[in-house]
């Protein structure tokens, strides 16, 4: 059974940094695609970065050189660097993977997601 496991969350203030984890179980994940996806309250869930089998990452444009998506394939595990934070970034943060190894930007062509991770910035 796959498993994706988000961790990382919390309050934080505005300026201020968080590292979100998704650790990933039940199969090997070095060929799959992995992004994460964020959703505010009374909003559609939308693009967030995403890094493909062979490390080409991209970005949506609000979170552009603020964000940084990594991998770690040994460890099955995906990685959000979140700097200089907004309160707009407040939202539930999820990981997802994909089969075909491109980072899409479109939720629906994730197979797999985690159960989400709340995070909240202050003003």
């Known amino acids: 059974q796959v498993q994706l496991v988000e961790s990382g969350g919390g309050l934080v203030q505005a300026g201020g940094s968080l590292r979100l984890s998704c650790a990933a179980s039940?199969?090997?994940?070095?060929?799959?695609?992995m992004g994460w996806f964020r959703q505010a309250p009374g909003k559609e869930r939308e693009f967030v970065a995403a890094?493909?089998?062979?490390?080409?990452?991209n970005y949506a444009d609000s979170v552009k050189g603020r964000f940084t998506i990594s991998r770690d394939k040994a460890k099955n595990t995906v990685y959000l660097e979140m700097n200089s934070l907004k309160p707009e970034d407040t939202a539930v943060y999820y990981c997802a993977a994909r089969v075909g190894g491109y980072g899409s930007r479109t939720p629906n062509e994730y197979e797999h997601w985690g159960q989400g991770t709340q995070v909240t910035v202050s003003s």
């Open positions: 890094i493909s089998w062979s490390y080409e990452r």
């Open positions: 039940g199969r090997t994940f070095s060929s799959y695609a």
